[in-house]
C-alpha cells in the first residue's frame, strides 16, 4: 500500500536482548480508529517484546501492540523500542514487522519492514 504509514526500523539486524528501534509515520488525514505494530519471527513462537512506547515505559510482552488513536493525542508518529530473547536455530532468522492502520476493524493501510536476528 502506499505511504499513508509507513514503518522505519533503524537497526536491519539485532542479536537476542539488543534493543529494536523504530518509527511509524502516519500520513493518512482521513479517519482511523488505532495502529497496530506486529512481529512475527519466521519458524519460531517467540515474540518481540515492547518497552518503550513514545519516551514511555511500558511493558508489553506480546507480539502485537495496539494503540487507539486517542492515545496519540494528535501525534503523527510512533516511536517505540522493542527487544527479543530469540536464538536463532542456524545463524540468523527473519524476522517480519507490519504496522497497520485500522478502521472500523478492518485493516486500510499497512507497511512491512524485514529484519534479521543473528546469533550473538
Do not use: C
Not at 539488543?18 to 479517519?31: C, D, F, M, P
Not at 512475527?40 to 517484546?49: A, C, L, P, T
Not at 514487522?97 to 485493516?107: A, D, N, P, W, Y
Amino acid at each position: 500500500m502506499g505511504s499513508e504509514i509507513a514503518l522505519s526500523l533503524a537497526e536491519r539486524q539485532v542479536v537476542a536482548g539488543q534493543e529494536l528501534h523504530g518509527t511509524v509515520a502516519i500520513n493518512y488525514s482521513g479517519r482511523w480508529d488505532s495502529v497496530v505494530i506486529n512481529s512475527q519471527i519466521e519458524n519460531s513462537s517467540d515474540v518481540f517484546s515492547y518497552s518503550l512506547l513514545n519516551g514511555k515505559k511500558i511493558k508489553h510482552p506480546y507480539a502485537r501492540l495496539s494503540i487507539f488513536k486517542d492515545e496519540l493525542k494528535g501525534r503523527t508518529a510512533v516511536e517505540f523500542v522493542s527487544s527479543t530473547n530469540h536464538v536463532p536455530a542456524g545463524d540468523y532468522s527473519n524476522v517480519k514487522f507490519r504496522v497497520t492502520l485500522i478502521q472500523e476493524h478492518k485493516e486500510i493501510f499497512s507497511d512491512i519492514v524485514h529484519i534479521k536476528v543473528a546469533r550473538a
